[in-house]
Nanobody, 122 residues
Framework: QVQLVESGGGLVQPGGSLRLSCAAS????????MGWYRQAPGKQRELVAE????????NYADSVKGRFTISRDNAKNMVYLQMNSLKPEDTAVYYC???????????????WGQGTQVTVSS
């Protein structure tokens, strides 16, 4: 019903930058939040950044504050993650998540993208 497609991952040297994009499509009545999570090998998936679509309030993990910026394009149902000053510990698969209502008056459900690999290494 709802598809999330991420792009923009890759290999970057420490101190470098990457920009991730996520596009939501399908049966969408409204989007409440969009965000980015990441999962490194052997670790649990963790929140990186999240944005409330209406109003634009944001929430960041302490480990990325001041380095990462989340933004959205409401007209295109897209969310972005600008990642600067990348560190080796940022290496992970990054997942886009969106909380979506698919019909008026319906419940909200969480949807996930397939993930995009970010590797920070020299």
């Amino acid at each position: 019903q709802v598809q999330l497609v991420e792009s923009g991952g890759g290999l970057v040297q420490p101190g470098g930058s990457l920009r991730l994009s996520c596009a939501a499509s399908g049966t969408i009545f409204s989007i409440n939040t969009m965000g980015w999570y990441r999962q490194a090998p052997g670790k649990q998936r963790e929140l990186v950044a999240e944005i409330i679509i209406s109003g634009g309030s944001t929430n960041y993990a302490d480990s990325v504050k001041g380095r990462f910026t989340i933004s959205r394009d409401n007209a295109k149902n897209m969310v972005y993650l600008q990642m600067n000053s990348l560190k080796p510990e940022d290496t992970a698969v990054y997942y886009c998540k969106s909380r979506v209502r698919t019909a008026a008056g319906g419940m909200r459900y969480n949807y996930w993208g397939q993930g995009t690999q970010v590797t920070v290494s020299s």
